[in-house]
């Protein structure tokens, strides 16, 4: 009886059992949800949507299935009659529940992190049409800090998060685009040969500007070692994680969006137009684009606008076009981009074409296998840079003449005097004859896979590369100021070309165990990553054209060429332990170890172990906190993270010999020391923070306070003499790195025709040297000394953004020195610092206002405090230009002392010496301090980015087979600034992302300021 009871229970139940399908969905937006959990409560049962949404499932009737995706709020239904279950899942209103992709491409949901991880969307940074997204971050996330080189095309941009980390090394964070790191370099001008300065004259963009902005879904900015500790040596200043558009299945669907936009600089230097060429008050024919000494400018003369003769209207167009479609067995997506950007500097342009094709598969239910692959071409003429910048030379243009009319009826460069060393170029004649243009070819793929082979075992992986051609040429024509100014390197005309091809693989693997016991919901991850980093560089240089306007390395004289080859290869490898231990959907401790391996350090210390230890307190989830009704979340974070770097480059453990130049040829021991004790630098990082929400999330509020400490810094200090050499790379220096930063959500108004989104994020950060090894005092980036002499210096307990000079010397008691031979002040051959450039804090505000099919949002950028070095004000003082030297005629006694022997007795001789500037030229051009041409404490306001958008009604395409969907957009960017800073733009670089440390931020030489652009385009779905 109990065996035929039995068997009837098993015949009814298996009756009974039926097969449940349906499609999940979003209510956002109607697309199916790939991934999603379909599962029968209280079992381990369940199973995944495929990539259309569809699911299947074998159920009991009578059983809940729970249908779940992060990030979305749960929905339960009763297996009934009925065989088909479709669902639309919301998106989860608290803020807690969203989920982040974080380092390793891994998936996890805000309330387990213990850092602040803040995503924005790719839509918002698109929709600003900028040719360099990069740029579009600025003043949306809290403690980053973007700053362009310049406001040409192809212009490059670095960025920092949190603060530097190194003395003089690359403080740029990691890019990392769909799990896998790419090259966010700029190509460095070490890399050239037959020159003496680098980075200075040239800017090669940054290869981030290569990603379509088109295709990204998001952006998701890891702060500092402990949110990066996954990566490593690669993550120690930070990441930034982009995840791109994937294929979606269903019927095919088709978008465009295409946009105009023109720009036009709007701020500009200052010159006086009343006194004329010459020195010492005297008109002189041969100098009269050098310096503005002479005498003054006879009434009545007409004068040209040279300025706006040089400058134009930029205009460029952007076209993107997507297709995306098939089913849970293969979906497919396209994207394509062209972008040709004509700046309003005439001959500078930027034009690229970007094809990115993505696939998705689903192969039984267990595994998903994901690819892309993306190729960029694109080509960048530009203009030169500092000492070369065609705004040092339009400014110095004498007004009496037109800078149009720049040819002579032979084609010659026309001159004003009589020297083609004696004045510098016309600039509308150095854009068409000083050529000088990069172009890159470029393909990224990845491959990436997600295999779930039970219910609490996992695996993802993905293997990927980035490999791109950089080319690279820059001349002066014979007839250019460049070659034929005394000691130019560049004599009789000169060209530096360039070739430069960069190869990165890399790849990652985890298991991932997750499996809930009861309230605690531990996730191990455990995982293996590898790159391969191999960069060769080819670069010529040749002089003395013989074919003026031919512009090869054959057409030089074979005795002035010269050739540099570097082949560098860096090699890294990881192992990783993550445990992620949860609980009650409240407490998660998060323990993360890395052992590194790299080729770049001695084999006795080429391997080294970064552990990282976070907490997450969700103190919302107790009693007594939820019974409060305006509290929505509350969350207490902490992290201690320890992460640092390898040696920035490769083959500097052991002294290398280098071919000679000279006489007889052979090799000799390089100027720099290798170093075989040579170990990894070590930052360490404290987190706290705490993210509120109120009022069902209506304003949220999130604070965060850091401390990093980077030790065992890996630089490159001058050594005695006696060594033998001149440089080498020592451990050595200790940063101290802090600060705050607040970010403010709020929606003041949710109506159903009316809404309106606010937030604010302030960022204050502090970074101060504490330590240099032996006697060292102070510690210099060479790169930053780009005019005159100011540049990046450091001095243990000052600022690591601190700018130095030589100031007037003084005697005992603060007096200046004055020499008695001429009244003019004695400069100090000492250093010391004059300047700042880190600001006292940044704030970013952006609202968003929506009414009925109208949309107007909008980002001011302010900026408080900070310091510049304005010398492009010092280019012209020096040479007569400035207003500030029109009281030149004035005699006057500089107050101070002699020094005549007397300056430090209690009776010091004050000077009585009368000097008139007019005569004395050297007033202005080499007896002023420096130290007046540091403007302190610049702030700004800036209105950055402003959109006004118009949906066109649903209702127009209710009809129609073709079109889905269709908007106009108007965007501006950098429509008005505010600002107490007399240069160009406060916002500047004056070096290239390719410089280390803090690079050349703050520095202002020759410059151009980011135009106000203005962009009209339309948005059309099929």
């Known amino acids: 009886m109990l065996f035929l009871g039995s068997l009837l229970f098993a015949f009814q139940a298996l009756a009974q059992q039926v097969t449940v399908t349906g499609k999940i969905t979003s209510t956002g937006d109607g697309q199916p949800i790939p991934g999603a959990s379909v599962k029968i409560k209280g079992t381990n049962t369940a199973v995944q949507t495929a990539p259309s949404g569809l699911y299947s499932i074998k159920a009991n009737t009578g059983d809940v299935l729970q249908f779940s995706y992060l990030g979305m709020l749960t929905q339960e239904r009763t297996v009934g009659a009925s065989t088909t279950i479709n669902i639309a899942l919301a998106e ?215 300025l706006d003769a040089f400058y134009g209207t930029g205009f460029a167009q952007r076209h993107s076009a997507s297709i995306e479609g098939g089913n849970e067995a293969l979906s497919l997506r396209l994207g394509v981009l062209y972008n040709n950007n004509k700046g309003p500097i005439q001959g500078t342009d930027n034009e690229s074409i970007n094809i990115k094709l993505t696939g998705s598969s689903k192969i039984g239910s267990k595994l998903t296998i994901g690819s892309y692959l993306n190729m960029i071409s694109q080509k960048t003429n530009k203009t030169y840079k500092g000492s070369g910048s065609p705004m040092i030379s339009v400014l110095s243009w004498p007004s009496l003449i037109d800078i149009r009319d720049r040819y002579t009826a032979t084609g010659d460069r026309r001159l004003v005097g009589t020297s083609l060393g004696g004045e510098l170029d016309n600039p509308l004649w150095a854009m068409e004859n000083n050529p000088n243009w990069d172009k890159v070819n470029r393909v990224i793929t990845n491959v990436n896979f997600r295999y779930t082979a039970t219910d609490w075992l996992s695996f993802q992986g993905a293997v990927g590369a980035d490999i791109y051609s950089m080319q690279i040429l820059g001349a002066y024509h014979p007839q250019s100021y460049n070659a034929n100014v005394a000691s130019s390197a560049y004599s009789g005309g000169g060209i530096n070309t360039s070739a430069q091809n960069s190869r990165l693989f890399n790849g990652n693997l985890f298991a991932i165990a997750k499996k809930d016991f009861g309230k605690f919901k531990p996730v191990i991850r455990l995982g293996l990553d590898a790159s391969d980093n191999s960069v060769q560089t080819n670069s010529q240089f040749g002089t003395r054209f013989y074919q003026p306007n031919f512009y090869s390395l054959n057409n030089t004289d074979p005795t002035t060429q010269r ?227 100011v540049r990046r210096q450091y001095f243990v307990g000052s600022s690591i953004s601190g700018l130095s000079s030589q100031e007037y010397m003084r005697n005992k008691n603060g007096e200046i020195l004055i020499s008695p031979g001429n009244g003019l002040p004695i400069k100090d051959s000492n250093w010391t610092q004059i300047g700042d450039t880190n600001p006292d804090f940044g704030i970013g505000l952006t609202n968003n206002f929506t009414y009925k099919n109208f949309n107007l949002s909008f980002l001011f950028d302010i900026r408080k405090g900070g310091d510049i070095y304005n010398a492009t004000e010092l280019y012209l003082y020096a040479r007569g230009l400035s207003k500030t030297s029109l009281d030149r005629e004035e005699p006057r006694i500089i107050k101070g002392v002699l020094r005549d022997g007397l300056e430090n007795t209690a009776n010091p001789t004050q000077n009585n010496i009368v000097v008139i500037p007019y005569i004395t030229t050297s007033y202005y051009s080499t007896s002023f301090n420096t130290i007046d041409f540091i403007e302190k404490d610049i702030n700004w306001i800036r209105l950055k980015d402003v959109t006004l958008g118009y949906n066109l009604p649903k209702s127009v395409f209710a009809n129609s087979k073709t079109f889905k969907s269709a908007s106009v957009f108007f965007t501006g960017t950098d429509l008005w600034l505010l600002t107490n800073y007399t240069g160009v733009d406060p916002s500047v670089n004056g070096l290239s992302a390719a410089s280390g440390g803090t690079g050349g931020s703050g520095i202002d030489f020759g410059s151009f300021g980011q135009p106000r652009s203005f962009s009209l385009g339309v948005r059309v779905g099929f």
């Open 92 to 306: 989860d209103a608290k803020a807690l529940n969203e989920v982040v992709v974080t380092a390793q491409g891994i998936e996890r949901s805000k309330r387990s992190l213990a850092y602040d991880a803040p995503t924005v969307k790719g839509a918002d940074l698109a929709q600003t049409q900028r040719e360099n997204f990069i740029n579009a971050l600025q003043g949306r996330v809290a403690g980053v800090t973007i700053t362009p080189t310049n406001g040409t095309p192809g212009a490059s941009s670095s960025i920092i998060i949190r603060g530097a980390v190194s003395l003089d090394g690359d403080n740029q964070p990691l890019f990392v685009v769909d799990g896998l790191p790419i090259s966010n370099n700029t190509f460095s001008e070490y890399g050239l040969v037959g020159q003496g300065t680098f980075n200075r004259t040239n800017d090669y963009g940054n290869r981030g500007m290569d990603i379509n902005p088109e295709e990204i879904e998001s952006v998701t900015i890891l702060k500092g070692p402990e949110a990066a500790a996954l990566y490593g040596t690669q993550g120690a200043s930070g990441a930034v994680v982009i995840t791109t558009k994937k294929a979606k299945s269903g019927t095919a669907r088709v978008s465009y969006s295409g946009a105009f936009t023109t720009s036009t600089p709007y701020r500009f230097p200052e010159v006086q137009t009343v006194y004329g060429g010459g020195a010492g008050g005297i008109f002189d024919e041969e100098v009269r684009t050098r310096t503005y000494f002479g005498a003054k400018y006879p009434e009545g003369l007409k004068r040209y606008d040279n």
């Open 563 to 789: 050739v540099a080859y570097q082949d560098v290869l860096i090699r890294k490898m990881g192992a990783i332990a993550q445990a992620e231990l949860g609980y009650d959907d409240m407490l998660y401790l998060t323990l993360t170890g890395r052992q590194d391996f790299t080729s770049t350090l001695p084999i006795d210390n080429y391997t080294f172990f970064y552990p990282s230890a976070a907490l997450s307190f969700v103190f919302s989830e107790l009693p007594v906190f939820k019974k409060m009704a305006w509290l929505s979340e509350g969350k207490l974070r902490g992290g201690w993270a320890q992460t640092g770097k390898d040696a920035r480059t490769a083959y500097i453990t052991k002294t290398k010999l280098i071919a000679q130049g000279t006489t007889g040829g052979g090799f000799g021991v390089d100027v720099t020391l290798g170093n075989p004790n040579l170990k990894a630098e070590f930052t360490t990082s404290i987190d706290l923070g705490i993210d509120l929400g109120f009022f069902n999330n209506r304003l949220s509020a999130n604070f965060s306070y850091y401390k990093l400490t980077s030790d065992g810094q890996i630089t490159a200090p001058r050594l005695s003499y006696a060594t033998g050499a001149i440089l080498a790379y020592i451990n050595s220096g200790k940063i101290v790195n802090q600060g705050f930063e607040l970010s403010l959500k709020g929606s003041p108004i949710r109506k159903p025709d009316f809404t309106w989104d606010v937030g604010v994020n302030m960022t204050r950060t502090k970074g101060k040297l504490t330590a240099l090894p032996g006697d060292q005092e102070t510690f210099y980036v060479s790169d930053s000394w780009l005019f005159d002499n």
